[in-house]
Every structure is written in C-alpha cells, then in structure tokens.
C-alpha cells in the first residue's frame, strides 16, 4: 500500500471514530475574524488560559528529483506559550517550540528550538502601552504575502507547514523596545529594534539574534478607524543599512460576509538577484503590493482570493537569463524565500479556503495554490485536521507543478506528504 493512501485512510478512520467535541482553547485565527454573521453567545465566554501546551509528533515523505527519489523525515515538537499578568498592569508573554528532527535526505535534518517570543509589556494607563522584550511585530492587511511586515526577515527557524497563519505564529519575535498610544479612533507605535549581532547562529538552542537583530531598524505605525466598516494603516520602516520605506495598509467591509484588502510599500533597496548572487548593485525605487478579497458563507467556508506584486523579483525575462549569470542562480533565488519571506517572483495569484466543520462537527479542511504569472507554475498545499477534546490530528499534502525551468517546477521537491498527531496538555 503506498504511503499517501496508508495516511490518508488512517486520518478518515480517526475522524470516522471520534465523537464531536470542542477543541482545546488556541491563538486567534484571522480568519475567525473575517466570519461577520450574526454569532452573539448564549452562554458567557470561558476565561482564557495563562498556559496552553501541546506535544505534537510526525512522519512525512517528500519525493525529489534525481537519481534518489524520495526520503523520509520525522518530527517530535513541544510547543509552550504563557500570557498572563503578573502583576497590575503588567503581563507577561513566553513562546517558545522545540523541534526535534530526523531525516534520511541530504542535508540531513537539525534539531531546532524557536523561541518565538519573551516580552514583558506595562500599560501605564489605559492608553499608554510599553512593551521590552522579543516580541513578534506582525503587520500587513493581507493575507498570502505581507510587503509591510518587515521584521518577517531572518525570523523563520522550523517550517513546519507552508500555511501562511502558521508560519507567521512560528517564526521567532524580534527584540524590541516599542512603545503604543491609544484613543478612540486609533492609535500611534513606535518601534525599535537594536543591533545585537551581525550575524545568524543556526545552533540548536541559540537566540539567533544574528538573524531577528542584525542592525539597528525603527517603525512608526499609525492607524485610523475611519468608520466600522473602514480601517487604514500607515507605516514609516528604516534603519542602518537601510533607506526609509512607506506602507499602507487598508481593508473594509463590502458586505456582511465580504471583506477588501490591500498593501503596499514604497522605497529603493536590492533587487533579489543582487541580494541572491550577492552582486554589487545600486538600490531602485521597488514596489510591492498585496490586494484581494474574503468571502465567507454560511456553510463555514472563507475563501481569500489575492493578487500579488513584487518589483524586486525577477520577471520572466531576467528568470531566463539567470543561467547565463549562474549555473545555480535560479536556486539560489528561491533560496532567498525561507530568510526574507519575500515574494519570489514578480507576480502571482494567491487563493486559500478554509472550512470548518467539513461533513461533521470538528473537521476542518484547509488549501491554498499560488500561482505564478510569469512562468506559469503552481505551489499547492492541502490539510485535512480533525479536533478532539484534547488531540488533533493532521494530513498536509504539498506539490510544486510547472515546466522544467519555471519557478516551482526548479524546487527540487516535487511533493510531500506529512501525517501528524498533536496532544495538549
């Protein structure tokens, strides 16, 4: 029996098996926030917990290409996070995930430990905010790909599943000093971010401020609620090293079931060639922009369709040349996505679909495909998770699609398949 139809037969038995349940308490999911019908609650909302903890264990197979096809990896993870005040006016926030890691490929695999954030934050009063730590400065309106989330750079250090909301909760946090002033309409942050070492430690358990901390960087973030139905955001991003970047962020309500989205930044930098080949190049005006749509129905189901811009990718042209100007160009490249979480090329569409309670109550199906619109390749992803009271378990299939030499069909990978099993504790 292959491997996928073994996997995919075992999670439809588990679900089958189960009764319905509600799943433990987690992180807020954006797309929980986009679901805009009428739900007030019959009963009054449960405390949220200071404490949430789970063990979580896979086994994947990815094939390749080559003359060794396939290989296989395992994953065991403990994953800890702390919210709660510890005094007046004072909280205190702790995350951090170990995973350990075991693979028969080339390079073999190395066990990770992310801490994603330890901050302390003191509201002086009800408007004034003051947070001291690393902290994991999330920004950006859209969804697939955020140009105005800068410290998104050197922040990833286990990817454990390519879905966006993932990779944006398990990436390390950045060491702050930010500051945040609140009023009935808004609010004004101010962020600084010190150098604390020039350059990335890979070790297992290092801080990795070489990455999250490389120089010194500064945010200003303003934001207006211009009606319930209309909300803006503009940012001012720069540093050493680095020229004065603009962004906006918008989103608004169309309808009782349609959210609108967009993002965009403005300012000269390095082309990702340049910063790939590590050539000598002087900085462009680059833009970068995300707009899209949500739509959720009544059946549980949000869909995110979303356009995707990036002037510091190479366009089809310049994708082409590359062998010219390295053998390995194209891969190195690519390479650059895991670091800089940037967009890899210069345009491509993004959908996901969520939803819940697919069939029977605590069945969720998640997917997405980017699709790029330079050489016409496809990155695809499925999850298949069903939640009990106290366990989840997970089927995540990915594929990279397209031509020899087009963006996703240059990724060695060609497709992976990963069964998990998550318990809380």
């Known amino acids: 029996m292959r491997l996928g139809t073994f996997l995919l037969q075992l999670t439809l038995a588990f679900a089958a098996s ?17 679901s805009l019908a009428d739900k007030a609650p019959t009963t009054p909302p449960q405390a949220v917990q200071a404490w949430r903890i789970f063990a979580e264990g896979a086994f994947g197979q990815t094939k390749i290409g080559g003359a060794d096809p396939r290989f296989e990896s395992s994953r065991a993870s403990l994953d800890v996070r702390f919210d709660a005040h510890v005094a007046p006016g004072l909280r205190a926030v ?55 989330d800068w410290f998104k750079e050197g922040a990833l250090r286990s990817i454990v599943s390519p879905d966006p909301m993932v990779l944006r909760e398990n990436r390390q946090g950045t060491v702050v000093l930010q500051g945040q002033q ?57 540093g050493d090293d680095t020229r004065p970047q603009v962004g906006l962020n918008v989103s608004g309500l169309i309808s009782d079931a349609a959210v609108v989205f967009g993002e965009f930044t403005a300012g000269k930098g390095r082309s990702l060639v340049a910063q790939a080949l590590q050539l000598d190049q002087a900085r462009h005006q680059q833009e970068r922009a995300a707009v899209g749509l949500t739509y959720t129905t009544a059946l549980n189901l949000s869909i995110t369709a979303e356009a995707e811009y990036n002037s510091a990718a190479p366009g089809r042209g310049q994708w082409n040349a590359l062998p010219g100007i390295d053998p390995y160009g194209r891969l190195r490249v690519l390479a650059t996505q895991p670091s800089l979480q940037d967009l890899p090329m210069r345009r491509a569409l993004f959908v996901y679909a969520k939803w819940k309670d697919l069939l029977v109550r605590q069945f969720d199906v998640s997917a997405f495909v980017r699709g790029d619109s330079e050489t016409h390749s496809r990155a695809q992803w499925l999850e298949a998770r069903y939640h009990w009271d106290s366990a989840e378990i997970a089927l995540q299939w990915q594929l990279y ?25």
């Open 18 to 34: 189960a009764h319905a349940a509600e799943p433990p308490d987690a992180l807020p999911d954006d797309l929980d926030a986009l």
């Open 182 to 238: 609140l009023w009935s309409a808004g609010s004004l942050t101010a962020t600084f971010s010190p150098r604390l070492a020039r350059q990335p430690n890979p070790g297992t358990f290092s801080l990795n401020v070489g990455a999250t901390n490389p120089r010194n960087r500064w945010l200003l973030t303003g934001s207006t609620k211009f009606s319930d139905r209309f909300n803006s955001e503009l940012l001012l991003y720069g």
């Open 401 to 425: 699609s397209g031509s020899s030499g087009s963006f996703y069909g240059s990724i060695p990978q060609r497709r992976a398949i990963e069964l998990a099993l998550r318990y809380y504790l």
């Open 94 to 148: 702790f995350s951090d995930r170990f995973d350990r890691l075991h693979s028969n490929g080339k390079p073999s695999a190395d066990d990770v430990n992310t801490l994603r954030e330890a901050y302390l934050s003191w509201a002086r009063t009800d408007e004034q905010i003051v947070d001291f730590g690393r902290v994991n400065v999330r920004r950006g309106a859209a969804f697939g790909y955020n140009p105005t």
